[in-house]
């Protein structure tokens, strides 16, 4: 069965960092990401990475502070360091994996992704 395992979230207080981590089983994705959904809004992306080249996107909210890796060792493991965080990253983070519909690229479209994890939650104080 595919599986998502989310880690890394917690409490912070506003300029602070959080990594998360999601590890995949079960399968080889070649798009992994991460999304996030506050309350009362639409779920987001936040950045995706394609596993093969390595190639990032990210969301224009998020850039410069938050950074989209992968283990070089397991590349179904992917990471997301947040950092400079504010009140307005308050959210669940959901890691999602999925096929590459643009070569070696990935969109940041939840719509393609399959497969999702349970959310782990970021709160973000000020």
């Known amino acids: 069965q595919v599986q998502l395992v989310e880690s890394g979230g917690g409490s912070v207080q506003a300029g602070g960092s959080l990594r998360l981590s999601c590890a995949a089983s079960n399968w080889d994705y070649s798009c992994m990401g991460w999304f996030r959904q506050a309350p009362g809004k639409e779920r987001e992306g936040v950045g995706v990475?394609?596993?093969?080249?390595?190639?990032?996107?990210a969301t224009d909210s998020v850039k410069g502070r938050f950074t989209i890796s992968q283990d070089n060792a397991r590349k179904n493991t992917v990471y997301l360091q947040m950092n400079s965080l504010t009140p307005e990253d308050t959210a669940m983070y959901y890691c999602a994996a999925g096929l590459s519909r643009a070569g070696l690229n990935c969109y940041i479209d939840s719509s393609k992704y399959a497969y999702w994890g349970q959310g782990t939650q970021v709160t973000v104080s000020s």
């Open positions: 990475i394609h596993t093969r080249s390595g190639n990032v996107a």
